[in-house]
């Protein structure tokens, strides 16, 4: 969560710099502008792009879309999450996935629980 749209901008070019020491590309990401109990823009970005979309469920799903679209992939720290959903909530398994025991764990646990 950011303060502000500057608090955003200033996190994104941190991170884009970081990646850059070690050769790798800032992946799409979402963020949100206001506090936990109320925020004020949801917001998608995709390299130097700032898209405003009408809630978080929706920024999730155009990021994940864009790692689709973009053909890139997940950024590690956060690989395990968005495999679980593409896995999950969009019911996609593709031949370069990375496996992870959590995530299998998690999806079968997800499918029990969508049938009950």
Known sequence: MFQSAI???????????KLRKHN???????????DKDNPQQFLVCVDEFFYEVSSVLKAVDVVFKCFLALDTSYPAEASPLWQFLQRAVYGIELPTDQYFVSVDRLVEAYKQFKNC
């Open 7 to 17: 608090d955003f901008e200033e996190y994104k070019e941190e991170k884009r710099d």
């Open 24 to 34: 790798l590309c800032l992946q799409p990401f979402v963020g949100v502008v206001g």
